[in-house]
């Protein structure tokens, strides 16, 4: 293995599908344009440069974060739902599955949802953050059904130097009982509007910053839709701030439900109440 494969934006989704299935991991290069990133550094950028480091070993005490990124740019579309990235996530982890309702055999695919956002900005002294699998948060065993495809759009470049996500490639294979080494780790080596897609098995972490200058990455998370969101959407997000956003995002934040019969609200599709608010403005 030699560090993570990478792709154009317009790359086959079945090649990204079978590249993730094997390596866990994939480089989308330019994933989204310059006036996006543009956008996402008017609305983020402040908020990042009005944060402290963090406080703990593990989120890196020369490490900037800021969450809630869907309260606070509605320009998160383009990144969401690029065909490669939400393509792949659906492909992965909406499986076909069945139920026995007595002897009815009902068909049902599983939802997914936005569990974790976060801009993540790595200064430079910052240390190698523990390499580690964001499914654990799910205590997931592992080898095992996907249950995460995750996201890292590079804000600034990534480089080896400057702490670029260390990655283990083809780690998702491994079992329970095998730690990750950070000798088996490669460095994410992207420029500014590109990403990094890995599967929530894959051993990953921040890297040691040694540059000079800040490495800025925003990170989403996709779950399944029948696990507890990483973050709390429904606190994280005003309801104006859903409304911001077309129906495909708006339930990709929980405003949907997994069948066969998560998430309802007054019994219904939650989304009902997204319509009731738009119709009441
Ligand atoms: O910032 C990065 O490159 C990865 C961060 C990460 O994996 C985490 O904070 O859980």
């Known amino acids: 293995m030699t560090g993570t494969p990478r792709v154009r934006p317009d ?15 994939v480089i989308v290069e330019d994933l989204v344009d310059d006036e996006t990133l543009a956008r996402l550094w008017d609305d983020l950028g402040p908020a990042l440069d009005a944060r402290d480091f963090s406080g703990d070993w593990y989120n890196g005490t020369r490490t900037r974060r800021v969450s809630s990124l869907f309260a606070r740019t509605a320009q998160l579309t ?51 953050q523990p390499l580690h699998r964001d499914d654990a948060l799910h205590l997931r065993p592992h080898p095992g059904p996907t249950s995460r495809v995750q996201l890292m759009l590079a804000m600034s470049e990534f480089t080896a130097e400057n702490g670029g996500t260390m990655v283990i490639p083809g780690s998702h294979h491994w079992d329970d009982e095998r730690a990750p080494g950070a000798d088996e ?64 995002v708006r339930r990709l934040l929980g405003y949907d439900r997994c069948p066969p019969g998560l998430g309802w609200y007054e019994m219904e599709d939650p989304y009902s109440l997204l319509e009731q608010a738009e119709a009441a403005r």
């Open 11 to 25: 790359a086959d989704l079945d090649e990204v599908v079978a590249i993730l299935e094997r390596d866990g991991a």
């Open 78 to 128: 383009p990144v969401v739902t690029h065909p490669l990235y939400l393509g792949a996530a659906r492909r992965i982890m909406q499986k076909p599955t069945h139920i026995w309702m007595g002897k009815v055999r009902v068909e049902m695919v599983p939802s997914i949802q936005i569990s974790g956002t976060q801009v993540i900005q790595i200064h430079p002294g910052q240390g190698k």
């Open 185 to 248: 780790a490669f460095p994410t080596e992207m420029s500014a509007g590109s990403g990094l897609i890995w599967l929530g098995g894959v051993y990953h972490g921040g890297g040691r910053n040694l540059a000079d200058t800040p490495r800025t990455g925003l990170t989403i998370a996709l779950d399944l839709g029948n696990l507890r969101q990483e973050e709390n959407q429904y606190l994280a997000v005003p309801r104006e701030a859903v409304l911001a956003y077309p129906e495909e």
